[in-house]
């Protein structure tokens, strides 16, 4: 006889929240954000790992690899310029799974403020939910960096 035990939804389930102060204007960080989710990420240790983000709905976030290689990320759930970033789809997982990247930006007091929300649910793996903070801190950060290098 075989005996099989379902998952509970803790081990099923992943969220990362953060809010990140920048010192620069809204449609500034936004830019930077872009930016940093695209052509200009890097890894933790600074090496390149540029994406390619087509940010209108329904577009695409991956890294191109070249030669018609790459590894597909997410899709553009929605967009409103400067306020709001979202994303749905696998990131960086390669198994079943179900993520949605969520960025809120507001003005508060001449700074920016960026709520960031990560809800995963599905296979994911422990080394996944280890690292998976470290790798959005570090982006976050360069996002914020390259915003308040910007400001007018």
Same mark, same amino acid.
């Given at each position: ?54 940010? *209108?709905?329904?577009?695409? *976030?991956?890294?191109?690899?070249? =030669? ?31 993520? =949605? ?34 790798? *959005?801190?570090?982006? =976050? ?12």
């Amino acid at each position: 006889m075989t005996t099989s035990t379902l998952p509970d939804i803790e081990s099923l389930s992943l969220k990362v929240t953060q809010e990140i102060r920048v010192k620069a204007p809204i449609d500034v960080t936004f830019a930077a954000l872009l930016e940093q989710l695209g052509p200009s990420n890097e890894m933790p240790d600074g090496t390149p790992m540029p994406f390619k983000l087509e940010a *209108w709905p329904g577009g695409r *976030w991956f890294r191109d690899l070249g =030669n018609g290689n790459g590894h597909y990320w997410a899709t553009v759930q929605s967009v409103k310029r400067p306020t709001l970033l979202e994303f749905t789809g696998p990131l960086f997982m390669s198994q079943p799974v179900s993520n =949605n990247v969520i960025y809120r930006l507001s003005e508060q007091g001449g700074e920016t403020l960026i709520k960031f929300c990560h809800s995963g649910f599905g296979l994911i793996s422990d080394d996944h939910k280890k690292g998976v903070t470290t790798g *959005w801190n570090h982006m =976050n950060d360069q996002a914020r960096q390259r915003a308040e290098k910007s400001k007018p």
